[in-house]
């Protein structure tokens, strides 16, 4: 499945949506009328390694992460407690491998906020996935509720 067609998912699937391309990484807000200057962040699609994070090594040909904010109980449902927040540069300690492609993993430097990661989902591990942007979205709904009050 190509990053592209996810993008295409999330404009089609969610309300409201803001979406930002920069520096290597697509990031999706919900921000209804853009009353706040992004929005609130539910998911990003990043593409190549960033400066403070390479774990996933996103330079291999084809390969990027499609990373989706989630609720501590549903983090917790998936992996169990979340890890502590890695030092600047570093990756949490999950004993999970941040390179597999096609699987759902903790992120690899926000897994401690209860955000997970898949690189390069097949079309199967995406429709698996497609709940957990659901929530995501939901929850961002919610804070943006609270933050425009």
Same mark, same amino acid.
Request: proline residues 5%; charged residues 20%; glycine residues 6%.
């Given at each position: 499945?190509h990053a592209?067609?996810i993008?295409?998912?999330m404009?089609n699937?969610?309300?409201? /949506?803001? /979406?930002?391309a920069?520096? @290597?990484?697509?990031?999706?807000?919900?921000? #209804?009328n853009? !009353?706040? #200057?992004?929005g /609130?962040?539910?998911a990003?699609i990043k593409? $190549?390694?960033g400066?403070n994070?390479?774990?996933?090594?996103l330079?291999?040909?084809?390969v990027? =992460?499609?990373?989706i @904010?989630?609720s !501590?109980l549903?983090?917790? &449902?998936?992996?169990?407690?979340?890890p502590s927040?890695p030092q600047a540069?570093g %990756? %949490?300690?999950?004993g999970?491998?941040?390179?597999s492609?096609d699987?759902?993993i #903790?992120?690899?430097?926000? @897994?401690?906020?209860?955000w997970?990661? %898949?690189?390069? #989902? &097949? +079309?199967a591990t995406f429709? +698996?996935?497609k709940p957990?942007?659901?929530?995501?979205y939901?929850?961002? %709904? =919610?804070k943006? +509720?609270? =933050? $425009?009050e």
């Amino acid at each position: 499945m190509h990053a592209d067609s996810i993008t295409e998912y999330m404009k089609n699937t969610f309300a409201d /949506i803001h /979406i930002v391309a920069a520096w @290597g990484e697509t990031s999706f807000f919900y921000n #209804p009328n853009r !009353k706040l #200057p992004r929005g /609130i962040y539910f998911a990003t699609i990043k593409e $190549k390694d960033g400066q403070n994070d390479r774990a996933s090594n996103l330079d291999r040909d084809g390969v990027y =992460r499609l990373n989706i @904010g989630i609720s !501590k109980l549903t983090y917790r &449902s998936l992996f169990g407690q979340q890890p502590s927040r890695p030092q600047a540069g570093g %990756v %949490v300690d999950t004993g999970h491998d941040f390179t597999s492609l096609d699987q759902l993993i #903790p992120h690899p430097v926000y @897994g401690w906020m209860s955000w997970v990661s %898949v690189l390069s #989902p &097949s +079309a199967a591990t995406f429709e +698996a996935s497609k709940p957990l942007l659901s929530e995501a979205y939901s929850l961002a %709904v =919610r804070k943006f +509720a609270y =933050r $425009k009050e």
